[in-house]
Structure formats: C-alpha cells, structure tokens
C-alpha cells in the first residue's frame, strides 16, 4: 500500500465496551489478524492497520458503533487482548492504549525487544517522536488520548493514535506505518483522519522544511525570549499555504445506518453469496454443521475485510451489517452468529495451520462470489433489510448494551432454526 492521506469525522463517543462484547472482539479480531497474515503476510496486515478506512470496517465488522471515535479504542484493545497469547507464534506485538496505558509504550517497547531482539530503546524514541508531531508539530486543535503501537519481530511498526477536541465533540485518528519512513518531521503520516477545522499548523508538511529550518536559525541567533517578545509586538499572524485537497471519509453523527451510509450492490452481493451458498453447500464445503444463511452471511462480510481491496471500504457502515452495534444500530449483536462466525473462522485457520486450506480458501471464493454476483444481485431496501435483522434479533440471540432483545410480541418463544 502506497502511503496516503485522508481525514475523517469522527463523533466523540463515551462509555465502555461491555464484557460480553470485548470477549468476542478479542477473539473475532485475532482469527481475522491470523487469517490475513496466512493469506498475505505480516507485513501486510500492518499496511491494513494503517489504512484509516480499513480500519473503521475492521472495527465495525466486530460489533462496535460504526461511526464513533470509541471504534480506535475498543480495536486497539481487542488486538492487544486477543493477539497476546499469539505473539511468539504470529511475530506480533500490541503496546500502549488509552490513557495511561499509552504512556507505558516505551517500557513494553523496550521490554519485548529485549526478549526478542530488535532495539526497543530506538522503537520507544520513535514512539515519543510520533506522540510529540502529532502533538506539537501538527497544532489543529486535538489533544491525543490514545497511543497504540503494533511492532513485529523484525521491528516494523504501525502507529495508531487519536486525539480529542472536547469543544466540538470530536477525534481525530493518525496513522502511522515504518514502510517507506525516511523522516518523522517532513510528510511521515500514513494518514490522518478527523474533520476539517478550518487553518492549522502543520509543520509537517514537505513545504515548512525552511520553516523548520528557519526556527532552529531563530532559536540560535535570538533565544527564546527574544522570539516571544517579538512575536507580541506582531500581534497578528500570517496564514500558512492552503493544504492540498486530500481523501475525507465523513462519518456522521447519526446512530442509525441509512440507505446513503451503505452501498447497497455490495450489501446485496454478500446477501446473495449468501443465499446461493447456505445452507448446505458452505456449510459441508467447511465441515462446520449447523451453519446457515444467516452465518454465512456475516462470514462474507468478515472475508471482504480479510480480502478486500482499499477502494472496498469507503463505506465502513456496511461492514456493521455483519454483527450489529452494541447500542442495537444497526441492530443488537447477534451473539449466535457472531460466536458461530468465530467457530468457522477459528475452524478454518486450525486446520490451514496444518496444512490444509481448504476450508480457509472456501471463505476466500465466498468473497469473490460476492464480488461477481453485485453487478446484478437485487434484494431488500436497507431499511427493510435491517427490520427484518431486528424482528429476528431474539432467535440470533440479540444483545446490546440495554440488554437482551426480547421476542416480537406476535411471536412468542425462540425458534430452534440454526443462524
């Protein structure tokens, strides 16, 4: 993946992932971790990690608010819970997190490279030198809350970091990937996602090398209380250049999933993929018993995540299609299908661990059936999809932070029909 730029709006959200949910998502998040890095490499599931819309998708497909700034939080955590025990096997590690977690970085940095040799000194400075650019160097209004840092055995490194503006309640997330990273002060960021708030101070940018330069220059010749001084008697300041026009994924205030939050084909490419495969195909094609239409639905939508190209996550909303959102938009967790989701998964990575992919292959042409048949796929409207998805919640074992969903009040009791 090239490096890139981009920005989204990311509402400010609070609370916390309940027990229940952060269970699955530790375990969803692995398999998935797995899965990629079987396909394609370690290498490349850090390049996803640094992708802002994949990103998003990722952590949608796993349960959370689809459009909130709680997504960054809630993946980081679940990678480091999940990937812990699989770091000598996977070559993976997860430090920092929110709070004063990310503040023990550099000593979980410095600890792991000592028992498995990269220089955890060098990586714990580059992890300072991220916090302080986006900090210090990048002035547009957001105080950073959260520092996550994956680095691999062979010590390349993926930065994921967000930052808060209480007034306008909202984040902003930076990503930041070693690939290709020549300097931490001119143009380092993968990408920066957040909404756009008018002029800022980017140091950063390739075009203030001479301002950087120049300030050094000041600081040497004039001190720093001579420079205050005359920046008040100015009084006034001259805008930097206009920033170049760069990606902006906009993720809107709403909770609920609408119709222009969703490209509807490639919801209906998954459904049918779906249809054409379930019951009894995918589910004897796995050797996993009991797995329906429902099911494999949601495992074509985990399978685009493990297999999709970047231009297949401009539209992270429909990636919470597969397992619903812990506060019951687009509907409650289907807890049934999401831990039927994990079985199939996990199933599926056992088995290619032993030389054997068939079963994880399967999941592979599931996605690319769901890719052929979008171009003319038909099915339910988003808002009718997502009714049906609810008036069916209690037989998938619907949950969410209210609670768990009761039946519809025509019909009484669960029915017995696997999802």
Request: proline share 7%; hydrophobic share 40%; charged share 25%.
């Amino acid at each position: 993946m090239a490096k890139r730029a981009g920005s989204a709006d990311l509402p400010l959200h609070h609370g916390r992932v309940p027990a229940w949910l952060g269970r699955r998502m530790a375990r969803l998040g692995a398999v998935i971790a797995e899965a990629i890095i079987h396909h394609y490499g370690r290498e490349e599931f850090l390049r996803r990690l640094a992708h802002p819309f994949w990103f998003q998708s990722f952590g949608a497909v796993m349960g959370m608010d689809w459009h909130s700034s709680g997504i960054t939080t809630s993946v980081i955590g679940a990678l480091k819970r999940g990937l812990q025990p699989m770091a000598g096997e996977l070559g993976l590690h997860v430090c920092g997190g929110r709070g004063s977690h990310s503040r023990q970085t550099p000593a979980e940095l410095v600890a792991i490279g000592q028992r498995v040799g990269f220089d955890g000194g060098a990586l714990a400075k580059a992890s300072r030198l991220v916090a302080k650019v986006d900090s210090a160097a990048v002035q547009d209004g957001f105080d950073l809350y959260l520092h996550g840092f994956i680095v691999a055995d062979d010590a390349r490194w993926v930065v994921v970091q967000q930052g808060m503006n209480g007034d306008s309640r909202l984040a902003r997330r930076y990503h930041w990937c070693s690939e290709d990273l020549k300097s931490f002060v001119e143009a380092p960021h993968t990408a920066i996602e957040g909404p756009g708030q008018g002029v800022i101070v980017n140091l950063t940018d390739r075009r203030a090398a001479a301002s950087r330069h120049r300030q050094l220059d000041l600081l040497r010749d004039l001190g720093p209380d001579r420079i205050t001084g005359e920046v008040a008697a100015l009084g006034g300041r001259v805008p930097p250049p206009k920033q170049p026009s760069l990606p902006h994924l906009v993720m809107p205030a709403h909770h609920d999933v609408r119709p222009k939050d969703v490209i509807l084909r490639r919801l209906h490419g998954a459904l049918s993929a779906a249809a054409d495969r379930a019951p009894e195909d995918f589910s004897e094609l796995l050797l996993v018993p009991g797995v329906g239409a429902r099911t494999v639905h949601s495992l074509a939508m985990v399978a685009e995540v493990v297999h999709g190209a970047p231009c297949r996550f401009a539209d992270p909303g429909r990636f919470s299609l597969a397992h619903g959102g812990k506060d019951r938009h687009p509907y409650p967790v289907p807890t049934l299908v999401y831990d039927k989701t994990i079985a199939v998964l996990k199933a599926a990575v056992a088995q290619a661990k032993l030389g054997n992919d068939e079963r994880l292959d399967a999941i592979r042409r599931l996605d690319d059936q769901a890719r052929r048949v979008e171009r003319h796929a038909t099915g339910p409207t988003l808002p009718e999809h997502i009714a049906i998805e609810r008036r069916r919640s209690h037989d998938y074992g619907g949950r969410s932070v209210f609670g768990w969903e009761p039946p519809p009040a025509d019909i009484p009791g669960r029915a017995t029909k696997m999802p």
